[in-house]
């Protein structure tokens, strides 16, 4: 079975309630193209829990400073 991949509206639609301002940020970012800013915003999140939606943040953290890389490569 393939996995399915993580987005951060995902994120957004089932997290913590303490966790929306944060996800909303996140969702801002990433609507704008700031991966890193984007990513930040993630593993702060991923930082305050240890349930799976906190691992879900970090994962998609490390997919984003990805993308910053090679977008600031291109750049």
Do not use: F
């Not at 079975?1 to 944060?22: E, K, S, V």
């Not at 940020?25 to 800013?37: D, L, N, P, S, T």
């Not at 993630?42 to 691992?55: F, K, V």
């Amino acid at each position: 079975m393939t996995r399915q991949a993580i987005t951060a509206n995902d994120l957004l639609m089932t997290c913590p309630d303490d966790q929306i301002t944060r996800m909303q940020i996140v969702w801002k970012r990433v609507a704008a193209g700031q991966w890193q800013e984007a990513a930040h915003h993630l593993r702060g999140a991923a930082a305050e829990g240890d349930t799976g939606w906190h691992s879900r943040c970090a994962e998609l953290a490390d997919e984003y400073q990805t993308r910053s890389e090679d977008h600031a490569q291109k750049g």
